[in-house]
């Protein structure tokens, strides 16, 4: 009763889906991706249209394979089926519904991926040996005796191979080189469900890349075997190549003696004559395929007679900035190397090449005694050796601009002369001086040193011409500034002013005084106090003389500097012309009234005149000097000029 009620409802549900009696519904595959070898998987091939009471048959085929997989007949409560996984599952399978004289139905395609463990790697050199030369092409394989869906890591001395083609299971190294010598190991793996993986490694190869041996160079040295006889050491050396190396010696077509040598050279003794020729040598080396020629040497060995400078640039005296070039020739030797020396010392920032010293831009300090020293030298030895004697080149110093300045000397009470002096900073001597009157020479003097001094006429106050000066000790001419020569004989009046530094509780501290002249080109200044002559510089003061415009004199007000100053100026050549300045009183007092006075002074000029007289009537006889004084200032107000 159950079950009929069962079977309505279902047959209600299904009805459309088994509407036709002759129709087949695809069937849908499911089951895992992936699966182990000979473990058992579960498929589902599901059905959902179908005949009634009719007899379905499910067929598994791999598509790829085209090979049946096998059949259950279709049950309506479950279409599960397991299978043991064999190799031919791996693929596209299908499942297909058939049913008679009904048309087949094929299901989706799904994918399986057969995993079986990998094992067995092994490395199949395919190139052939294991040891060769380099540039040879490298193909390794990892074979392996069971494992789908392998991958590979290829391991050279531990570490992993990234530069070289992979593909699949193989390794190409198309040209190898040494760096691709060691231990290779193939590392095989694959997984399953993600998470499981399985491993193989192979077993070490090695293989050997040797590298080609390199041409070899030739050189020799020469053995003493006694006081008279020699002999010649050649070696032959090659910079690369895998030992053991094969040198034989050859001079010219003959083979002279040959050597497997465990390195990289190769020594042999021959025969050697000095000044004789013992034949020209060739090396050749072999170590595989090829054989590798030095360049040819001549064995002669002559010792080094007669060097000689030979100063090619010409004369052994010059300017500075020529080129200087020696030659060191000999008249006999081979195998010649050379070293220059400048007074005793060796020679190092010239260009030297061959028996040739090269100086570009000379200076002075090029100038000395040059030897040269020329060697037989062997393989870095030398032997024999000749030294040349020595030659002194002098690189002279151009001369440099000259400075022009004339002083002025009295030679009686009427007559004046102007001594014109020419200096220049450098310059080998002897130099010649000139002096030129605009284009007029007036004077010219060749000098042992760099100056030169001329006497010309002078008239004073008058302009007697714009002169200069030209120097000359080679190649150029240097012409120093004009100047004119024009004497302007000191003259009054001569005026003394003065400002002052005030203090921080406003009174003066410090006062600088100037003292300068009408006129005068060649002025002498002198400063005095109390009538005494005052040095340069003293405890409480410092001169500093600025000729021709002024002198002046710095002052600390003190106790010490309180006194009456003066200044005097004369013509520097004729002290019997000198002028002097008024004489000025000064001490903190006086200094420290002198913003009264102003005040005084803008108040009223004169109503303070009038005070100041007054001053003067009352004090009278008894402070005459003082009193002068004080009129002096108020008369000149703020800048306390004394007039
Ligand atoms: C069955 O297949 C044949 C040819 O493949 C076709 O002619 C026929 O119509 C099909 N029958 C049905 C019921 O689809
Ligand atoms: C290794 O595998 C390759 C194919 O990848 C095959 O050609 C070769 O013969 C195998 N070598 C050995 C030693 O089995
Ligand atoms: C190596 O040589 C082969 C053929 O000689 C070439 O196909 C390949 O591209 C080369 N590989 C490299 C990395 O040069
Ligand atoms: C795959 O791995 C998951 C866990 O990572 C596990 O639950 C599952 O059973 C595994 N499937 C098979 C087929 O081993
Ligand atoms: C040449 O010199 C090198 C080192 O300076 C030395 O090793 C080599 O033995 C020398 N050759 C001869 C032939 O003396
Ligand atoms: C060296 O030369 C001799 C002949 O002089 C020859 O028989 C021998 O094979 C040569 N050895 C090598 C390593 O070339
Ligand atoms: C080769 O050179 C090495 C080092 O330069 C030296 O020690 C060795 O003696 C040389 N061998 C020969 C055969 O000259
Ligand atoms: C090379 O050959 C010449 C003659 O052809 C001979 O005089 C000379 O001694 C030879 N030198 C050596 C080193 O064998
Ligand atoms: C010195 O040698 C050079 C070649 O280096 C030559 O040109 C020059 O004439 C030689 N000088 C003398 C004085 O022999
Ligand atoms: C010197 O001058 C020559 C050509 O005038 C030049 O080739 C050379 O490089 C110069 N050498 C130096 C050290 O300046
Ligand atoms: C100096 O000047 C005279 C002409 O006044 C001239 O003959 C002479 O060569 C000059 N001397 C020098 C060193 O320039
Ligand atoms: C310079 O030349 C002028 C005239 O051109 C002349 O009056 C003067 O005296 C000359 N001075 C000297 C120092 O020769």
Redesign the pocket.
């Known amino acids: 009763m159950f079950a009929s009620l069962l079977w309505v409802i279902l047959g209600l549900c299904y009805c459309s889906k088994e509407s036709s009696q002759s129709h087949l519904g695809y069937p849908q595959l499911s089951g895992p991706s992936e699966a182990l070898v000979k473990k058992v998987a579960d498929f589902k091939c599901d059905l959902q249209i179908y005949p009634k009471n009719i007899s379905i048959t499910l067929e598994f085929y791999n598509e790829d394979k085209h090979k049946k997989l096998g059949e259950y007949t279709f049950a309506e409560d479950g279409a599960s089926f397991p299978m043991v996984i064999e190799h031919n599952h791996d693929g596209n399978l299908v499942c297909v519904a058939k049913a008679p004289n009904i048309n087949a139905t094929v299901s989706n395609v799904h994918y399986l991926k057969v995993i079986e463990p990998v094992k067995g790697a092994v490395i199949d050199v395919r190139s052939g040996p294991v040891e060769f030369f380099e540039g040879k092409t490298l193909e390794l394989s990892c074979n392996h005796t069971a494992g789908t869906y392998v991958s590979y890591k290829w391991l050279l001395n531990g570490q992993l191979v990234s530069q070289a083609l992979q593909y699949h299971n193989r390794l190409l190294i198309n040209r190898t080189t040494s760096k691709d010598s060691g231990s290779y190991i193939c590392m095989a793996f694959n997984e399953f469900n993600k998470t499981k993986f399985f491993n193989a490694s192979s077993t070490e190869v090695v293989i050997t890349v040797k590298d080609l041996v390199s041409r070899p160079d030739i050189s020799f040295t020469v053995l003493k075997e006694d006081s008279h006889n020699y002999s010649a050491m050649v ?1 032959c050396e090659s910079a690369k190549g895998t030992p053991p190396v094969t040198f034989s010696l050859y001079n010219r077509t003959e083979l002279v003696a040959n050597m497997t ?1 465990k ?1 990289r ?3 042999f003794k021959v025969p050697l004559v000095l000044g004789k020729h013992m034949g020209d040598l060739q090396c050749r080396a072999n170590n595989g395929d090829v054989t590798e020629h030095s360049k040819w040497i001549p064995i002669v060995v002559e010792p080094v007679k007669g060097a000689v400078i030979d100063v090619r640039s010409g004369p052994v005296e010059f300017f500075e900035g020529k080129t200087l070039e020696l030659s060191c020739n000999h008249t006999a030797g081979t195998y010649v190397s050379y070293k220059w020396l400048l007074n005793g010392q060796l020679v190092s920032q010239a260009l030297q090449y061959h028996n040739r010293l090269l100086i570009n831009r000379t200076t002075s300090k090029d100038s000395g005694s040059y030897i040269c020293m020329a060697f037989n030298e062997f393989n870095k030895t030398k032997f024999f050796n000749a030294s040349s004697s020595e030659v002194v080149i002098t690189v002279k110093d151009l001369v440099s601009r000259p400075d022009i300045s004339f002083t002025v000397l009295k030679e009686d009470s009427h007559n004046y002369s102007a001594m014109v002096t020419c200096e220049s900073a450098k310059g080998t001597p002897p130099v010649t001086f000139s002096l030129y009157n605009r284009t007029e020479l007036v004077a010219n003097m060749t000098a042992k040193d760099r100056n030169a001094t001329f006497k010309v006429p002078l008239v004073l106050g008058k302009h007697m011409g714009d002169l200069q000066c030209r120097a000359n000790n080679g190649d150029a001419t240097e012409h120093s500034k004009w100047i004119p020569i024009v004497v302007v004989p000191v003259e009054g009046p001569v005026m003394m002013d003065y400002d002052h530094d005030i203090g921080e509780s406003y009174d003066v501290v410090s006062l600088t005084i100037y003292c300068k002249a009408a006129k005068g080109s060649f002025p002498r200044y002198q400063w005095f106090l109390n009538k005494t002559l005052l040095d340069d510089r003293g405890s409480f003061y410092s001169v500093d003389h600025q000729p021709p415009q002024q002198s002046i004199l710095m002052l600390s007000v003190g106790w010490r500097s309180a006194g009456t100053y003066h200044c005097s100026v004369s013509d520097s050549f004729d002290h019997t012309t000198a002028r002097r300045s008024k004489r000025v009183y000064l001490d903190k007092h006086v200094l420290n009234r002198i913003p009264i006075l102003v005040a005084t002074v803008v108040f009223g000029c004169f109503t303070a005149m009038i005070l100041v007289v007054s001053v003067c009537c009352f004090l009278g006889v008894v402070f005459k000097r003082k009193a002068l004084w004080r009129e002096a200032y108020v008369g000149d107000g703020e800048h306390g000029r004394c007039p």
């Open positions: 070696t040598a390195d050279n190769a020594t």
